[in-house]
């Protein structure tokens, strides 16, 4: 019963002394990118537990009394950190909603979750992957052919994008331009249009005086290394200057190399004020080829290239994964987890608008908070010690008597 006595003190040295370790770890990761807070929680030992005189055979004589203190860790997984921006092109948080996790694959196949974004690149036999910063690879439902049309079943998102995106054919465009009303017999605009195969070739577009005929213009149509056709049309303009038919004009061209463009031409803000044959404006679907850029994550968790031309390609859509007990999900080392039957059924969450892009999450720890938790951590280990020195004391005393 004497050496019971020491059991409070004991069990409360050491769950402390547990404690002041989950404070230090917190700190330690005070600017570690997704990491969740932990905390030691207590519980009172009481009951009994059996006293083996025969170690080999199990046999129990008797039952000692257990007193004193336990402790577990709990990780605050759902505890959100600040985020902000960084400018990383690989850099992605997750915003609006804790229970929402990436998912990662180690090279045996084992996948983790986590809320750190800090991603990278890593090339192995040639093909380059997203990783974090523990080299685990980050998953994903690729992207068909460069489209927002992405697969049903997650994988590698392995970076595979055209290092060159061919032209845009043109097939709408529009033209805000000027015919003079005096002085000239006829005007000509340049257009570019874009063919799979041309990069911008120009267009003329003449206005010629109707004789006979106010305020008519005929409309023709010419390219080098080609044709041009189009119906013979005849542009009425009003006396004050506004286009009155036609307001469109279907266009095709033929390049001698064998491409071709079909465009509808808008016309309808062209004018006729006096004054020279300028250009306004023009406007179009076509564009020139582009060449790789940069990639990076949009807000959506798309993963795309992005071209000088201003198209992107698609390479995949980051996974997304909650739980129905995320507060189950177990730490397994720095800021992953692992899921086992405690955090309930996963499934994947919907990631549209779920994503600040070039941003990561802070750590969840807070500064004040730990301050304080060291303080009555520090407080309740010395008055441990001082409860283990006094009963220490006090046997001897015994002792001491009895002798």
């Known amino acids: 019963m004497a050496l019971s006595s020491f059991m409070?003190?004991?069990?409360?040295?050491?769950?402390?002394?547990?404690?002041?370790?989950?404070?230090?770890?917190?700190?330690?990761?005070?600017?570690?990118?997704?990491?969740r807070s932990a905390e030691t929680m207590f519980y009172t030992l009481l009951g009994s537990a059996p006293v083996v005189k025969n170690v080999?055979?199990?046999?129990?004589s008797s039952r000692a009394d257990i007193q004193g203190v336990g402790y577990y860790d709990r990780v605050n997984i759902l505890d959100p950190g600040v985020i902000y921006n960084t400018g990383g092109f690989y850099d992605v948080a997750i915003s609006g909603n804790e229970n929402a996790f990436f998912q990662l694959k180690d090279s045996g196949g084992k996948l983790f979750y986590s809320r750190a974004g800090n991603f990278s690149t890593r090339t192995e036999n040639g093909i380059t992957y997203l990783v974090n910063g523990n080299g685990l690879k980050v998953q994903g439902f690729p992207a068909t052919d460069g489209k927002a049309v992405f697969g049903q079943t997650p994988g590698d998102i392995v970076l595979q994008y055209?290092?060159?995106?061919?032209?845009?054919?043109?097939?709408?465009?529009?033209?805000?331009?000027?015919?003079?009303?005096?002085?000239?017999?006829?005007?000509?605009?340049?257009?570019?249009?874009?063919?799979?195969?041309?990069?911008?070739?120009?267009?003329?577009?003449?206005?010629?005086?109707?004789?006979?005929?106010i305020n008519t213009w005929?409309?023709?149509?010419?390219?080098?290394?080609?044709?041009?056709?189009?119906?013979?049309?005849e542009v009425l303009f009003s006396?004050?200057?506004?286009l009155l038919s036609p307001k469109s004009l279907n266009v095709s061209v033929a390049w001698d190399d064998g491409d071709t463009a079909n465009f509808?031409?808008?016309?309808?803000?062209?004018?006729?004020?006096?004054?020279?044959?300028?250009?306004?404006?023009?406007?179009q679907d076509g564009a020139p080829s582009g060449q790789y850029q940069y990639s990076t994550i949009d807000r959506n968790g798309v993963f795309k290239a992005y071209y000088t031309n201003g198209d992107t390609y698609n390479i995949a859509q980051l996974a997304l994964v909650g739980f129905t007990a995320p507060e189950n999900l177990v730490?397994?080392?720095?800021?992953?987890?692992?899921?086992?039957?405690?955090?309930?059924?996963?499934?994947?969450?919907?990631?549209?608008?779920?994503?600040?892009?070039?941003?990561?999450?802070?750590?969840?720890?807070?500064?004040?908070?730990?301050f304080?938790?060291?303080?009555?951590?520090?407080?309740?280990?010395?008055?441990?010690?001082?409860?283990f020195t006094a009963n220490n004391e006090m046997l001897e005393l015994l002792i001491d008597l009895k002798t």
Do not use: C, W
């Open 162 to 213: 055209p290092e060159v995106l061919p032209p845009h054919p043109t097939t709408e465009m529009s033209i805000t331009a000027n015919v003079p009303a005096t002085g000239v017999d006829s005007s000509s605009y340049t257009l570019t249009v874009y063919g799979a195969k041309h990069d911008g070739a120009n267009v003329n577009m003449q206005f010629t005086k109707v004789e006979g005929k």
């Open 218 to 233: 005929a409309v023709s149509f010419s390219t080098a290394d080609g044709t041009v056709t189009a119906p013979e049309t």
């Open 331 to 370: 730490p397994a080392s720095g800021t992953l987890f692992e899921a086992y039957a405690d955090a309930g059924n996963s499934s994947y969450v919907n990631p549209n608008n779920m994503f600040a892009p070039q941003s990561l999450e802070a750590s969840s720890v807070n500064a004040e908070e730990e």
């Open 264 to 283: 509808a031409l808008d016309i309808s803000k062209m004018t006729q004020f006096a004054g020279d044959s300028s250009i306004t404006d023009i406007s």
């Open 56 to 60: 080999n055979s199990g046999i129990a």
């Open 8 to 35: 409070p003190s004991t069990t409360g040295l050491e769950a402390y002394s547990h404690a002041l370790e989950t404070v230090a770890d917190n700190f330690a990761n005070l600017r570690t990118v997704g990491y």
């Open 372 to 387: 304080s938790k060291l303080i009555v951590v520090q407080r309740a280990y010395s008055l441990n010690t001082q409860t």
């Open 239 to 242: 006396d004050n200057g506004e």
